[in-house]
């Protein structure tokens, strides 16, 4: 009999998730493709609610082998990922660590703090530790919180100052507008950090309408490959970027896959650094063909 | 103006002496005004219990305003009521029909989208341990329907059923609860012959049971049977009050008009031929009519008698394509399909619909969109609206049609109901049609401008078009028509013209084997 | 002329017919079983016709409080982020006082949590009767509002339930009685409240007519901004219910619970024959119209014809149709 | 009988009257902008308010064409989505023909914009009269589709217009035209062919007449159907124009692309004095309408009063104010 292995991920909602939704289907297309014992099903949920209804319908048509999921948030997934292992399913978790970490077989998480604090650190370094900037937070998630959290703490104490703070939804109209009023706003912007590149494409499009120069940095997340190409390029204004692979769920349907069959036993957290990227590097994150 | 003053000192000076009862309702020196234009001034009236009062004046008089005022729907800007000695004030319609006022309205009011014991029992429902006593509510409703000889359903939705169904309800409605006043403002407009009996029955039950009422209505001869007093409006002033037995119906379109009047039906016109315009074989609309073929003559008025619900609006809305229903026709000879009322008004084919409120006019709008609406495509050739042409031709349609408007500006729904039909005249014929169907011409129309319209009717076909004329007035139709078709239960029971084209004729036309034409059932 | 005037016996009236508009909500959902046991023969199994049934709960609750507003010729598209909003204020009530109360604070947040309802549905259907502000734009505004603050409350982040309550609550969610899951039967009992009080008393006639014809409603003595009112603060009421159900399913709120739910019920209020211009709602077709929702997402997750990226184009697809047969069912 | 026919000569009409309730809108706007100037006197530097204005055009574009489509009886909730789409066909075919076509691959991939602006709204236009889907939920159902289908064209990612074309296209956002910037040039161009259209021409009037009675216009020769669908393809073409105006801005277009513009564009039409139950269109309020949600949005960020979370809340208050202002300045 065919082993089934679930994914549950978000929908593709902004480009990360898209990026996440792409990988995903490639590693399930390659997976059933390689090993025809193995089944590997792939549903994305518009929300945490519908991410629970999909694991209730994944698991009430057929036994699971195994779940790999991707959850919305940690809270609200935790109790329902739960219900699946106690029918005896192997789970990986991916990105966001479920509430109770017992629950986790494998654990493939990147690192949102991380991604916040190495930006803050490299605009410290770059700006010789004073500067007035402004930040562009994405949807209210758990994300978001984590990365704003691991860049403000990181800057806490230095003469960075954060002069304003908004939401910009991860969507880059959103940003270029934003970004139009901040500049409005102030008069001297030192940096621009946009926590995600598909916001940091508006604000650059507005920076280059306004013509100012006074803007030294500005700077994303998330390796999109539109930014990476900049760095390679040796873009004065954005040198620097954070990866926050969405790739990691490849990573984590192969590693899942690869102990169901029993090739290896694979088991424990494994946690994806943020290494910045630089231009000489920068080959190594550059996936011209990925959608993100 | 002299010679209505004439008349009031001459024949019928007011009796001056003190009242032998106390009036259960007064009105004094009301006057309302809407901005700068005074519709009302100035009115005193005394509503005696057990009296049937009734008040006439032409078309935009301030009758249906008077008797908006009295139950509360609208408020005087000068002067006062009082019940019984008492002042009185309302703000609310809830609370003169609280204090024993009821008003069947000229309009329909009613919820379409609810049942008609819904309606009837709006806002006063009938409750049994907290829930509603549908069961209880639908019986009365039913019982107080039949009493008005009103056949549709308690369960039907208001929305399915006809104009006059909709009357007989809202009537059904006012006479529910027990009333002090009872106020019917041109109830029998879209009304026949056997419901009209059946009402003015009821009105005199009313009377002998000591209630007052309130009746408007330009049928003088209803006036004239009814009425213990008439009270006269002009241009929103009294003229007068008078005692109804004495008054003749000349004497009544007198006073309202305030001048001489001509005879009602012009002198027949044999403007007749015998070349068929507009031919209908076989025209069929399901649930209402079967089987049905005439053909109306170039330059012939062609009346449609029947009672209500023969199903004759039915017939012409199947035949132009506002229902469904199947037909063959011809116009002028040659074969037409007509799919919607676009491709009959472009064949030439008009139909004046009697429902203007819902069906005829856009209320929220001004006149001048309302009157080129049909005709837009002949009338504004291109494809911008021609402002100046549409305000001179509006100009040309208030002095033609004597429409009577405080503005030009007004919008439909602050003419009178009178005013209106006639606005809904004008709009039709813009488009120029060469075969007029309409329906209910003069409904709310008043004496003297019947007469014009009649005028208008002829002057139609002396023109070389064809006019239907779809009535429940069989005199106006027995005036005026070449020849009459007479539907029953959706078929043609007969045709009457020259000798035959007497009203009793007609009646039996309409009427006979009713029962046995019911058994075979149409729906 | 007597002769005339005698009346025919009435039609005889029909009570008890049987009206395809009105069933065209249940015949959708039986096609749509039918068509789910061919695609997948788990559909029909208990598990899974009891998940997607419990779930549909949450959006079939708000949706008869939806029928109230509809029906009376409202509308309210904040009810998704009001959801969030009790569901936050309830959670953090209860944390609070779990400490003092022990398992006392559930009982004692739910009532806080209808209390809320309640005083939102009233800020609604003030704004909207007494302000006269078109519905759309009145709710559009609130919608905001409400979002904005879960979104304050949270910090952007999630509020979970407090450890010590999460366990004696969990089965207001995942909990049976007599074998039947118990969102099922809150959402059952608040659709017969809702019919009861839609059709059986004289407020709901109350609301039919102030939906059907304002000024009909007003010359009848009805106060058209009370009914009005009154339907908002139903459907608060309601939305309260669906967020007491809802907080032990994933025992959190954060800034995204309940996004679009809006959208979700009015289409289930649509789908079950209520006219969005009022005058006529249908509780039970409402709770089949939620249930439709539901099933045609589940059927996607348990079917797998359609990209992941389609998904939503055939949910679309399919609630046109299915509005399509209803249409031409008549 | 002559004598009753001579009609008392009727007062003249006022043409040019002035209405409190037409000029709402505009005093808004006004007061906005004192508002503004008194938060930041930056708010009325003149790059600041081209900005704005140059934002508010898509929504403005697009409102114009909802103004038919409300003031014909309808709605469509899929605009939003349908400028993503548009913009994806749009980028698609550029970059298919640019090796060949060269930088005429600009123009024509505008036609095919306008030609599929235009087939979307005939969808719609179609499924909502012929298929007699209450509006609400037939342009519900096809905004599921129209992100469904941008999704799935891009992949969930992204796609940018090709560089070659990039530069030559970007002045349809960037450039100005005598100091103004082109996207107010074209926004201005919609709204006065728009205004045309509603006020001067035939159609305007059948809009208005079908929105107001649907009876009467039927009665009257009008086709509903082909009205209230005419209505639809003006709102497909004027979602095109704003998706035209909207790829160069960003150079891509993305399953985010448009959403929620939706809301954005009721809410300019409603606040712009067109009632949503139809039969009286505003297109000049419409404008200001759009340009005072974009203003909002901008104060908003501009000021220092409110907490970032907080800021969707201010904007709903500010909203229900001005339309209460509105209401209460009859
Ligand atoms: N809301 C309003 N604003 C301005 N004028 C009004 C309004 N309502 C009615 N009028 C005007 O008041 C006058 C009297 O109208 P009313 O409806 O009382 O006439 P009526 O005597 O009932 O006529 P009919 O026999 O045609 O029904 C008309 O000229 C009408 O145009
Ligand atoms: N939806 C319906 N269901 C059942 N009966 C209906 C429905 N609508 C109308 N009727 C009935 O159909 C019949 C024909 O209607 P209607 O009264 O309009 O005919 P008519 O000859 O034009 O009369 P009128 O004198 O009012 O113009 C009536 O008996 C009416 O009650
Ligand atoms: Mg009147
Ligand atoms: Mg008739």
Not at chain 1, 64 to 75: F, G, H, N, Q, R
Not at chain 3, 129 to 151: D, H, N, Q, S
């Amino acid at each position: 009999d065919k082993k089934v292995v679930a994914v549950s991920i978000p929908a593709a909602d902004h480009g990360w998730t898209a990026g996440v939704v792409y990988h995903a289907q490639a590693a399930a297309k390659e997976i059933n493709a390689a090993f025809p014992d193995v089944e590997v099903v792939v549903k994305t949920s518009p929300s945490a609610a519908d991410q629970v209804s999909a694991l209730e319908d994944l698991s009430a048509s057929r036994k699971l082998d195994a779940l790999v999921i991707l959850p919305y948030t940690s809270e609200e997934l935790t109790q329902p990922v739960k219900a699946i292992k106690d029918m005896g399913t192997f789970i990986t978790v991916v990105d966001r660590g479920l509430t109770d970490a017992s629950i986790q077989d494998l654990y493939l998480a990147g690192d949102n703090i991380a991604v916040g604090a190495n930006t803050a650190k490299f605009m410290i370094d770059k700006l010789g530790g004073k500067g007035d900037i402004v930040v562009l937070r994405g949807i209210p998630t758990v994300i978001d919180d984590e990365r704003i959290k691991g860049f403000q703490d990181t800057i806490k104490g230095t003469g960075i100052k954060v002069l304003d703070i908004q939401y910009a939804h991860w969507n880059s109209d959103e940003a270029f507008k934003l970004m139009q009023d901040y500049l409005a706003k102030y008069p001297h912007i030192d940096a621009v950090w946009a926590n995600d590149d598909d916001m940091l494409l508006g604000v650059l499009e507005a920076v280059k309408q306004s013509g100012r120069t006074d803007i030294k940095l500005a700077l994303g997340g998330n390796g999109m490959k539109d930014i990476v190409k900049k760095v390679i390029d040796g873009d004065s204004v954005t040198p620097v970027e954070t990866p926050y692979p969405p790739s990691m769920i490849k990573t984590a349907i192969y590693m899942t896959v690869a102990n169901l069959i029993g090739q290896a036993p694979v088991r424990g957290h494994v946690k994806l650094d943020a290494p910045l990227i630089t231009q000489a590097n920068a080959k190594e994150y550059y996936f011209p063909d990925s959608p993100f | 103006m002299s010679i209505a003053a004439r008349i009031d000192t001459d024949r019928f000076a007011a009796p001056g002496d003190a009242l032998p009862v106390a009036p259960v309702l007064r009105a004094e020196g009301v006057s309302k005004q809407y901005g700068t234009v005074t519709v009302l001034s100035d009115v005193t009236l005394d509503i005696l219990p057990g009296e049937i009062h009734a008040v006439i004046g032409e078309n935009g008089a301030g009758k249906s305003t008077f008797m908006r005022l009295l139950s509360g729907y609208i408020e005087p800007t000068q002067g006062a009521l009082s019940m019984a000695g008492q002042r009185v004030r309302f703000t609310r319609p809830d609370q003169a029909q609280a204090a024993g006022i009821a008003l069947v309205h000229q309009e329909i009011l009613l919820a379409e989208a609810l049942t008609v014991t819904d309606n009837l029992f709006l806002g006063r429902e009938l409750t049994k341990g907290g829930m509603v006593d549908d069961a209880r509510m639908r019986r009365l409703a039913a019982a107080k329907l039949a009493e008005l000889g009103c056949e549709v359903p308690a369960t039907a939705l208001v929305h399915d059923i006809s104009l006059a169904d909709r009357q007989m309800v809202q009537i059904a409605r006012a006479l529910l609860d027990e009333h002090r006043v009872v106020i019917f403002d041109e109830p029998t407009a879209v009304l026949t012959g056997g419901e009209i009996e059946r009402l003015l029955a009821i009105i005199f039950e009313l009377k002998a049971r000591g209630i007052a009422v309130l009746y408007i209505s330009h049928r003088l001869d209803e006036v004239q049977r009814l009425a213990d007093k008439v009270t006269v409006l002009r241009d929103g002033k009294m003229v007068g009050t008078y005692p109804g037995h004495t008054l003749s119906q000349i004497d009544m379109a007198r006073l309202m008009v305030g001048r001489e009047l001509a005879a009602l039906y012009p002198q027949k016109q044999a403007t007749r031929t015998n070349q068929p315009m507009l031919s209908v074989l076989n025209a069929m609309v399901p649930g209402f009519v079967r089987d049905v073929s005439f053909s109306a003559h170039k330059g012939e008025i062609l009346g449609f008698a029947g009672m209500i619900g023969a199903g004759r609006t039915e017939l012409f809305e199947g035949i132009l394509g506002l229902r469904p229903g199947t037909a063959t026709v011809e116009l002028n000879g040659a074969p037409i399909r007509i799919r919607s009322q676009r491709e009959a008004l472009d064949a030439g084919i008009a139909y004046l619909t009697e429902d203007r409120k819902g069906k005829g006019l856009l209320l929220q709008e001004r006149l001048g969109p309302n009157l080129t609406l049909s005709a837009l495509a002949s009338f504004h050739p291109g494809l911008v609206v021609k402002r100046a042409r549409e305000a001179e031709a509006l100009g040309q349609a208030v002095s033609t049609y004597d429409i009577r408007l405080k503005s030009l500006g007004a919008r439909a729904g602050q003419l009178s109901g009178g005013n209106q039909q006639k606005l809904l005249l004008a709009k039709v014929l813009l488009t120029d049609p060469s075969v007029v169907i309409i329906d209910e011409p003069t409904r709310g129309i008043d004496i003297a401008n019947k007469a014009q319209i009649y005028g208008f009717i002829q002057d139609l076909v002396r023109q070389g078009k064809a006019c239907i004329v779809i009535s429940s007035e069989m005199q106006e139709l027995v005036g005026i028509c070449d020849r009459i078709i007479v539907m029953r239960e959706g078929r043609i029971s007969g045709e009457v013209s020259g000798e035959t084209m007497t009203e009793s004729q007609i009646a039996l036309l309409a009427t006979s084997e009713r029962a046995h034409v019911a058994q075979g059932g149409m729906k | 002329m007597t002769a005339l005037t005698q009346s025919v016996p009435a039609r005889n009236e029909r009570r008890y017919q049987f009206s395809w508009a009105d069933a065209g909500p249940f015949l959708a959902l039986a096609a749509l079983l039918a068509l789910g046991f061919l695609v997948n023969p788990d559909f029909l199994s208990a598990t899974n016709l009891s998940n997607v049934i419990t779930r549909s709960a949450y959006v079939a609750i708000i949706a008869v409080g939806a029928t109230f507003v509809i029906s009376s010729g409202g509308l309210d598209l904040s009810v998704g982020s009001m959801v969030a909003f009790i569901a936050g204020i309830t959670i953090m009530f209860m944390n609070m006082m779990a400490p003092s109360l022990g398992l006392w604070a559930i009982p004692a947040g739910m009532a806080i949590a209808v209390v809320t309802g309640l005083l939102c549905g009233l800020a609604n259907g003030v704004i909207v009767t007494v302000g006269k502000i078109e519905p759309f734009i009145a709710t559009l505004g609130t919608m905001g509002i409400f979002r904005a603050l879960i979104t304050y409350m949270t910090n952007g982040g999630t509020i979970p339930i407090d450890r010590s309550l999460r366990e004696a609550y969990r089965p207001v969610y995942f909990g049976t009685l007599g074998g039947i899951p118990i969102p099922i039967l809150i959402s059952a009992i608040v659709a017969v409240l809702g019919a009861f009080v839609l059709y059986k008393t004289k407020y709901g006639r109350k609301c039919a007519a102030v939906g059907a014809n304002e000024d009909v409603a007003r010359y009848s003595g009805i106060s058209v901004i009370k009914t009005r009112t009154v339907a908002y603060v139903i459907q608060g009421v309601c939305v309260a219910v669906a967020a007491i159900c809802y907080v032990p399913r994933l025992g959190a709120a954060t800034p995204t619970t309940g996004q679009l739910w809006e959208l979700q019920v009015i289409t289930a209020v649509v789908i079950g024959g209520t006219a969005l211009r009022g005058g006529k709602g249908r509780i039970w077709g409402t709770i089949a119209g939620a249930v439709i929702l539901e099933l045609i997402a589940n059927l996607m997750v348990l079917s797998d014809f359609v990209s992941e990226y389609l998904v939503a184009a055939v949910q679309g697809v399919i609630i046109i149709i299915a509005m399509l047969v209803q249409r031409f069912s008549k």
